[in-house]
């Protein structure tokens, strides 16, 4: 499996500023993704994270909200941009085993919000 | 409804139980079936992984998956401490099923020495 390194670890921010998470994978891979946990919920889909194009995003995450670069087939970040406290949660990045039909996950960033 | 359910507990058993973990689905294209062990302040950590139905063993842990009732469960036998975390199953269907993943809430486990 691929080894994922997630940047910042965890990270207190003010309201109004913003975070960049950055992910890097040893290995190249076609498809990464950005998810959001929160306490008590399912793992939720941000976005797909394409490399040369834009990043795909899912019903409720926009592109101002949440950009997202993808430079090249091993490093991807998400932004989390005017943040408020509602935006406290666990921020992970994964990468697909296509053949596998699965997802490995990134450590996680933990992101509190005052 | 949901299109994974799981009983977000917590569960906490004496050392040396057997722990049996479920989750159902309303999706019968599902067809990738996968338990993810997620340790506090970690990212989940793939366990277990299962195409179709039937039983898939490695160690002290068996997935088990039943399509005709969409219900998949994990078991540990001769749980450890160590096995205290959050455990998550997911599924995804077809040929695109790597990129888009279903997850249930996760079901929270300790094991006391």
């Known amino acids: 499996s691929a080894v994922i390194s997630q940047k910042p670890s965890r990270d207190i921010c003010q309201r109004g500023t913003s975070l960049t998470i950055q992910c890097q994978v040893d290995?190249?891979?076609?498809?990464m993704f950005w998810y959001r946990q929160q306490p008590g919920q399912s793992l939720t889909l941000i976005a797909t994270?394409?490399?040369?194009?834009?990043?795909?995003?899912e019903s409720g995450f926009v592109i101002d909200k949440f950009p997202i670069s993808r430079p090249n087939l091993t490093f991807s970040t998400l932004t989390v941009s005017n943040l408020s406290p509602e935006d406290s949660s666990i921020y992970l990045c994964?990468?697909?085993?296509?053949?596998?039909?699965?997802?490995?996950f990134g450590a996680g960033t933990r992101l509190s919000v005052l | 409804q949901k299109e994974v359910e799981q009983d977000p507990g917590p569960l906490s058993v004496p050392e040396g139980a057997i722990v049996s973990l479920n989750c159902t689905y309303s999706?019968?294209?599902?067809?990738?079936f996968m338990w993810y062990r997620q340790y506090s302040r970690k990212g989940p950590e793939l366990l277990m992984y299962?195409?179709?139905?039937g039983n898939k063993e490695d160690g002290r842990f068996t997935a088990q998956v039943d399509k005709s009732s969409k219900y998949i469960s994990l078991f540990i036998r001769d749980s450890q401490p160590s096995d205290s975390a959050t455990y998550l199953c997911?599924?995804?269907?077809?040929?695109?099923?790597?990129?888009?993943?279903?997850f249930g809430t996760g079901t929270r486990l300790t094991v006391i020495p």
């Open positions: 999706n019968s294209a599902f067809q990738y």
């Open positions: 994964s990468v697909a085993d296509s053949f596998k039909n699965i997802q490995y």
């Open positions: 997911a599924m995804s269907a077809g040929q695109t099923g790597a990129n888009n993943l279903f």
């Open positions: 994270a394409n490399q040369g194009s834009e990043a795909t995003y």
């Open positions: 299962t195409y179709s139905s």
């Open positions: 290995s190249q891979v076609t498809m």
